[in-house]
């Protein structure tokens, strides 16, 4: 899978991170993954970039966030203006690693296996630590096979506030039980400089059998 075939779209206007309350259409049954960089996890992401200075490392480090890994990203002070690093992941639905099979949203507690019809919308979120000066980028949710976006949020913090979680907006678009997840790191200002990026989730709502919900 070639993920430099879609590059970093942010036209969205950069926002404060901040966890956003979400609630999908209608009646559902979700079910998530969440990736924290733990064991071999960390080498099925695919980090890459289009930068000067930036670094990628995936693995243990003393600054995650929960266990012992987490991802970091980093610009040197003279990278320019305009670079990117950038860090994918394809996710399923049928995983069992790392599975919450727990309420979320206001949708009922799912059975296992999720249902055989296809998910109706999805959404992703990432806790990010910035570092330096600050942090932006966004965090979005790629289809594998046309290379669309079907959700993305947009991040700008300034300084060192701690964790932070940036949560995107429920799909408007129906979404596939396979999807990349990315988070990117831009250089859009001189205060964009590092994250450490842990706890990565994503999650997959299915509505009424056959229906979609209103």
Known sequence: MNMKRLLPALALSLLPARAL????????????LTDGFEGSSASLW?????????????????????????????????????????????????????????????CLTPTWPPPASPPKYCMAS?????????????????????????????????????????VTPVSAQFCDRDVVVRVVLSRDSATSEATVVDDVEVTWFFGPSGTLPP
């Open 21 to 32: 309350a979400q609630t999908p259409p209608g009646s559902c049954s979700a079910y998530s």
């Open 46 to 106: 695919s980090p890459w970039n289009a930068s000067s200075t930036g670094s990628i490392r995936l693995g243990t480090t003393a600054s995650a966030r929960s266990g012992s890994s987490a991802a970091l990203m980093s610009f040197g002070s003279r990278e320019p203006i305009g670079g990117f690093l950038v860090i994918d992941k394809l996710f399923n639905v049928d995983s069992t690693t790392s599975k919450r099979r727990l309420p979320r949203n206001g």
């Open 126 to 166: 990432a806790w990010l630590r910035p570092a330096g000066a600050g942090a932006s980028g966004a965090v979005q949710i790629i289809d594998p096979d046309t290379w669309t976006y079907r959700t993305s949020q947009s991040f700008n913090v300034v300084g060192r506030p701690g964790w932070v979680q940036v």
